[in-house]
DNA sequence: CGGCAGGCGGTTA
DNA sequence: TAACCGCCTGCC
């Protein structure tokens, strides 16, 4: 990373609820990966979620449009007021999109830092289960994410792997999207596929550039055919029939609505909600969230665990269903 | 080789 | 409205 021309941006932050493993692992976003220390390349390969020993604490990705290398430093100590510890998110930002004019706001409202998730936690924690869930992934934070993008991205992830979904949205974005300027990089195209050969081109322009996802717009114009170097098998379709819809009739911010388009059902209509609109309180039930659900309060039936949530966990729902399930994840 | 992965669409009772 | 099935793909 070409240190000169990033732009720095600093917050303090409070280290026991902002972890970014936490934030960039519970499967809400697809697009961030972890980096190794300071000052070196940033390594995009296929990771796997894994981490390269001592690293946990810097990842490189983009968000509106805007690619960053994000870090938190763990090394301070508490203030002289009551006891609270600090820690600042460093964001070096490498580009700016062009209208742009408050970076800065930008990525406060993307980490949502206004949002006291000590209160949050405090308030969850009326629920025995969620209070003893809640040291697994303390650090989370529910991103304020774009809609469209978390549209495409949970229709991408049904019936699919985390490697493969942030694999798809790459590619996708790499075969379609807008090329980020970030000043030193190279240029490449491709048009039709000679399959192989068009994957490995595709790779190489993924590997070293970063592109915007594509908009509702180039999306809706395209075919399955053109898509299928993507390989998101029978998603391609859903993604364009949606994309269509989205031109025609704007992203909706109703559940009802976002439930209609095609290749959204209960559980990604309710990621899009939670995700990208902001509904705190909206809860998906994914397969992760039915074991959770049996193991923890014996609840058995699906039908049930939407009214469940909703009674237990009222307007935080979907934040509870986020330590719920990284409890799970721990304990395997 | 079959099983499976952070669902959905379509078809049946 | 609930239950079932098939589905692209990639990885084990």
């Known amino acids: ?37 300071m000052g070196e390349e940033p390594f995009r390969g296929e990771m796997n979620g894994v981490f390269p020993s001592g690293t946990d604490n810097a990842y490189i990705g983009i968000a509106g449009g805007r690619v960053a290398r994000v870090s938190l430093d763990a090394s301070c100590d508490a203030g002289a007021d009551a006891g609270g510890k600090e820690a600042t998110l460093l964001i070096e930002q490498l580009n700016s999109p062009e209208e742009s004019n408050d970076d800065r706001s930008f990525w406060n409202n993307y980490f949502d830092l206004d ?41 991408i992830s049904q019936n699919n792997n985390i490697p493969r979904i942030k694999r798809n949205i790459r590619d996708l974005s790499a075969l379609a999207g807008e090329r980020v300027s970030i000043g030193s990089s190279t240029n490449g195209q491709t048009e039709d596929s000679a399959d192989q050969a068009h994957k490995d081109n595709m790779k190489n322009i993924a590997a070293n550039d970063w592109y915007e996802l594509p908009s509702p717009e180039t999306l809706a114009r395209m075919t399955v055919d053109d898509l299928a170097p993507v390989r998101l098998g029978y998603r391609a ?9 989205v031109c025609e009739r704007g992203l909706s911010v109703l559940y009802e609505d ?29 397969v992760w969230v039915k074991r959770v659900m049996k193991e923890l309060y014996g609840i058995e039936k699906p039908s049930e665990m939407a009214a469940f949530a909703e009674e237990t966990f009222g307007e935080y729902g979907g934040i509870a269903q986020q330590y719920l399930f990284y409890y799970m994840r721990e304990l395997g």
């Open 115 to 155: 949002t006291d998730y000590g209160a949050i936690k405090k308030s969850l924690s009326k629920d025995e289960m969620i209070r003893r869930a809640i040291p697994f992934g303390h650090g989370i934070r529910i991103l304020r994410q774009d809609p469209w993008e978390t549209t495409v991205s949970f229709i």
């Open 258 to 286: 976002l439930d209609s388009l095609c290749g959204v059902g209960p559980k990604v209509a309710s990621c899009i909600s939670l995700f990208g609109l902001g509904r705190r309180e909206s809860f998906p039930i994914d």
């Open 237 to 245: 379709r859903y993604l364009i029939e949606t994309a269509q819809c």
């Open 1 to 37: 990373m070409t240190d000169s021309i990033a732009k720095k941006i600093t917050f303090t932050v409070d280290p026991e609820d902002f972890v970014l493993r936490h934030i960039f692992e519970c499967g809400q976003c697809f697009r961030w990966e972890p980096v190794s220390g």
